[in-house]
């Protein structure tokens, strides 16, 4: 974990310098060198003095880099299609993914469908036969539906035109797709 090149970045970008920082802290300028520097491992107590003069969380401090946050670029999406729906897949964290699912008029996700997780749906252009169960209903522009995804699920497009639904999904397990 590299927490003193973060304390580092996050000191410089706030324009503060060492001088600055050990006379507000009562840290000696040599130690936040040597801290900033992964040189020495800072204790609890003192990544709470920095974490507080920096203005930051002390867990943000904490985390590793593959907890912090990601960007993905509309340009670095990955896409992929299934029954001819094109989708967009526009960021995944842990057990969440989302996605960005166009239905051309007349398709649908294919057979009924379950699997592990949690769904949030949010249609964006279009009209949407979805089904859960014997649930059914007709969504529309600005309509969302979630639903527990082990029950068995279907959704369609029955408008004239392309529908496209931003999903999200939720699972134990961790994706690694995108």
Same mark, same amino acid.
């Given at each position: 974990?590299?927490?003193?090149?973060?304390?580092? %970045?996050?000191?410089?970008?706030?324009?503060? %310098? @060492?001088? /600055?920082? #050990?006379?507000?802290?009562?840290?000696?300028?040599? *130690?936040?060198?040597?801290?900033? =520097?992964?040189?020495?491992?800072?204790? @609890?107590? %003192?990544?709470?003095?920095?974490?507080? +003069?920096?203005?930051?969380?002390?867990? +943000?401090?904490?985390?590793? /880099?593959?907890?912090?946050?990601?960007?993905?670029?509309?340009?670095?999406?990955? +896409?992929? #299609?299934? =029954?001819?729906?094109?989708?967009?897949?526009? %960021?995944?964290? !842990?057990?969440?993914?989302?996605?960005?699912?166009?239905?051309?008029? !007349?398709?649908?996700?294919?057979?009924? =469908?379950?699997?592990?997780?949690?769904?949030?749906?949010?249609?964006?252009? !279009?009209?949407?036969?979805?089904?859960?169960?014997?649930?059914?209903?007709?969504?529309? /522009? !600005?309509?969302? *539906?979630?639903?527990?995804?082990?029950?068995?699920?279907?959704? /369609?497009?029955?408008?004239?035109?392309?529908?496209?639904?931003?999903?999200?999904? +939720?699972?134990?397990?961790? *994706?690694?797709?995108?």
């Amino acid at each position: 974990m590299e927490i003193g090149s973060k304390i580092r %970045t996050i000191r410089n970008r706030k324009k503060i %310098t @060492i001088a /600055k920082m #050990s006379e507000a802290t009562g840290l000696s300028k040599g *130690f936040i060198s040597n801290v900033e =520097n992964n040189n020495t491992s800072p204790s @609890i107590n %003192t990544l709470q003095t920095l974490s507080r +003069y920096l203005n930051v969380p002390l867990t +943000y401090l904490l985390l590793e /880099k593959k907890q912090q946050m990601r960007v993905v670029r509309k340009d670095e999406r990955a +896409y992929s #299609s299934f =029954n001819n729906l094109k989708i967009q897949h526009l %960021t995944s964290k !842990g057990g969440l993914r989302m996605m960005q699912v166009e239905f051309p008029p !007349g398709t649908s996700m294919g057979e009924t =469908n379950a699997h592990e997780g949690e769904e949030c749906h949010l249609v964006l252009e !279009g009209e949407l036969l979805a089904e859960q169960g014997e649930d059914s209903t007709v969504v529309k /522009k !600005g309509d969302s *539906f979630s639903w527990n995804a082990s029950v068995p699920h279907f959704v /369609k497009n029955i408008g004239e035109g392309k529908a496209v639904v931003l999903i999200s999904v +939720y699972s134990d397990t961790e *994706f690694t797709d995108i």
